[in-house]
């Protein structure tokens, strides 16, 4: 018997998106009034998008999503159009009898927006099946990975399964949801619509992606990761929460055309704001990422200091303001820089920016009684600070007992010199706070300046079905 393919109407396509440290604005960036000075970072997530060829006759609404450095990461959906313009709904498909169905809402709520945005241009039927791979550089999880055998791939094999993987805190959910909802409009939408090398093209993959990501997340943050995701580094405003609130769920009567809406700024106004030219980072200099294995999770960090600051307005609004403004300075003292010569300069300013900034998040720490640059953490920035070649270093984000990242010379010897500092580095005793950390970890991550691109498809074929 001979059995005839149908030719795909599609070409595969994939996308990448960068990781991200808020180096400032931790806190702050949550609200209008200030900014955050955020990097991407040259650790990746990416996502290609193939057709699934099917045997001629068959018809299947089925998109099926690996990410192949997991052990079962497979997650298989069907989709539909739902009744009243409630956009694309789609349901999660059992692999196997005795494979229990195992949920990933930020790849679910990534697809179904995606897909319900790609319908308000097309006619559902175009919407073929197809196999979505995820690939994410090692960097965002501390489990040993190994190489495929015999294979040039970057990508690890982590041998292990998705909820056992252990997060860097380099913002695993934002740079997914980001390349995935770019691969998948690349693919299915003519260019004239969705170009992602084009300002419109960002602008459309930034509105959904904040979209889908607070959606899956369920809630509203402050879109600073989504942001360096789709645009890579720059210096922040987020938008005003209320933009998002009136979409409503997938498949509710008319979700697609506020979705597009939304996504197309054509009703109410993204007051995002998005400035590139504010920040860069020195030639010769660079960011270094560290990890610290630390059993201690802080939930609750944001909740409680938002809460000390509204009871406390008057003191929390001086050094919120305080920050802001040895924010700005760091950002303007990194521009600065970057436009003399290395020999030219003198570091004794940022130097100094850095520790009073420090100081001033130090005294967050303390009023509003959240770890956020603990005592643990001091010292393994102070201590690094005095190693020849290290500016200073800093929490990023909501701090806590889990990253810090230094700015640093880019010469391999500084490098050499904190890994020796840190190779002997074992707390064994807690802190006053009960908190006993473990090792230190210098991961190989440093600033990456480009946000959402798109990729040579050619990248994943040893991972690709
Ligand atoms: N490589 C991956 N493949 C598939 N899904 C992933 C991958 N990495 C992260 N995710 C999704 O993102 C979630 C982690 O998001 P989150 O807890 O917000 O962490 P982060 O701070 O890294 O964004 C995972 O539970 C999973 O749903
Ligand atoms: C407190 C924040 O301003 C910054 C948090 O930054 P992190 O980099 O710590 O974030 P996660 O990876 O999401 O945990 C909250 C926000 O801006 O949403």
Redesign the pocket.
Known sequence: MTSSTTTPLFEAKAASAPGKVLLAGGYLVLDRGYNGLVFGLNAR?HVCVEPIRMKSGVTLSEIIVR?P??KS?NWEYGYRLTEGDGGVSVTQLQASHDIPISR????ETALSYALTYITTHLPHSTISPSSIT?L?ASP?YSNPGKPLPNSTSDFLNFDVP?NQ?H?T??????A?VTSFTAAVLSYYLPKSIFDLETEAGRQILHNLAQASHCAA?GKVGSGFDIASAVYGSCLYRRFSPALLSATGEPASPGFAARLKSLVENSEKQWDTEITKSAIEMPQGLRLLMCDVDCGSQTPGMVKQVLAWRKENQVEADKLWNELQSGNEEFARELTALAGQEPVARDYTTVRDVIVKNRTLIRQMSTASNVPIEPPQQTALIDAASKVPGVIGGMVPGAGGYDAFVLLIEDKVEVIDALKKLYGGWKVDDEGDDGVKIGKVGVLGVREDMVGARREETALYKEWTV
């Open positions: 997530i990410s450095q997991f990461a990933n809402p930020f790849v995820i994410a965002y998705l993987a997060k805190g380099l913002g695993s959910s934002a997914l997340q």
